[in-house]
Antibody, heavy 122, light 110 residues
């Protein structure tokens, strides 16, 4: 079964760093892009960026460029989303998602992780 | 403010048909395919329509999608209580070089 399993909920203080994960199983990580999508409580979905683990090609939404870093560790089929200095406005649920077709970054997301809740509060 | 525009809410009685609109521009809906996602409370989004009007395996044929120019629509016929959810449209945007979403539409089954 193809699935994405994300790390657990996090509660952090402003200024702290954080790295959350998304582990893929049931397929070859390096064949598909993996995207990250944010959902602020009670709000809609926002695309943050994506990575192609096959060659580490990484692209960001202008809204998130410089605010987060997306990376991958192919040896453990895991993609990461990290912050160096969290802000209260980073509070939200973060989903990783995989497109339908391999190598295609603009395709529909048919596989989603369960989401990771991140709360940033002093 | 979302790049794609959806109505905040729609409602319908059981067994009725509802449609949800999604308005974009030439750089997204007008030049790329539209996908629709259903999000139940507390759950991850689920793909219900892709490539404008195709249904993934396992999705009820009560769902249908269409597109004309820079606007797309999701229709749900024979409404059931289990359809009550938030629905999002999405498309690749050639100008932003990224995926853009609509603000979401809350469907209430009366």
């Amino acid at each position: 079964e193809v699935q994405l399993v994300q790390s657990g909920a996090e509660v952090k203080k402003p200024g702290e760093s954080l790295k959350i994960s998304c582990q893929a199983s049931g397929y070859t990580l390096t064949d598909y892009w993996i995207d990250w999508v944010r959902q602020v409580p009670g709000k809609g979905l926002e695309w943050m960026g994506m990575i192609y683990p096959g060659d580490s090609d990484t692209r960001y939404s202008p809204s998130f460029q410089g605010q987060v870093t997306i990376s991958a560790d192919n040896s453990i089929s895991t993609v990461y989303l990290q912050w160096s200095r969290l802000k209260a406005s980073d509070t939200g649920i973060y989903f990783c998602a995989r497109p339908r077709r391999m190598h295609h970054y603009y395709d529909a997301f048919n596989i989603w992780g369960q989401g990771t809740s991140v709360t940033v509060s002093s | 403010q979302s790049v794609l525009t959806q109505p905040p809410s729609v409602s319908g009685a059981p067994r009725q048909r509802v449609t949800i609109s999604c308005s974009g521009s030439g750089s997204n809906v007008g030049s790329n395919t539209v996908n629709w996602y259903q999000q139940l409370p507390g759950k991850a989004p689920k793909l219900v329509v892709y490539y404008d009007d195709l249904l993934p395996s396992g999705v009820s044929d009560r769902f249908s999608g269409s597109k004309s120019g820079t606007s797309a629509s999701l229709a749900i016929s024979g409404l059931q209580s289990e359809d009550e959810a938030d629905y999002y449209c999405a498309a690749w945007d050639d100008g932003l070089n990224g995926m853009v979403f609509g603000g979401g539409t809350k469907l209430t089954v009366l």
